[in-house]
């Protein structure tokens, strides 16, 4: 028989720290998107705006007791923004008149 699942261990990580990203110039934002496993293509707005949504789902696991996995939170803010770039074409698209409804 195989052993019962142990108990979810408590979350012993800190939570992240808060970022002032005006004052944090290009290369260190990417330095500190690049530890974190997160893609460090894009502008100054789109880097912070991608760490924040890291952070904040981070911190949100460690709040709920959870202890986060930060490559998977990694992925899962990549596959957010991906969807939500996806989105905003064909949301341009459609208003351009490129994607036409079913007739």
Do not use: W
Request: hydrophobic share 40%.
């Amino acid at each position: 028989a195989a052993a019962p699942p142990s108990p979810p261990q408590p979350c012993t990580m800190a939570k992240l720290p808060k970022v002032f990203y005006h004052g944090l110039k290009l290369p260190g934002l990417k330095r500190l998107l690049g530890d974190q496993g997160l893609n460090t293509a894009g502008t100054h707005a789109q880097l912070t705006a991608r760490h924040k949504e890291f952070t904040l789902r981070v911190n949100a696991a460690i709040d709920s007791g959870h202890q986060p996995n930060l490559a998977a939170v990694a992925r899962e803010v990549a596959r957010l923004e991906r969807d939500r770039d996806r989105a905003g074409m064909m949301t341009a698209a459609a208003s351009s008149g490129g994607i036409r409804g079913a007739p």
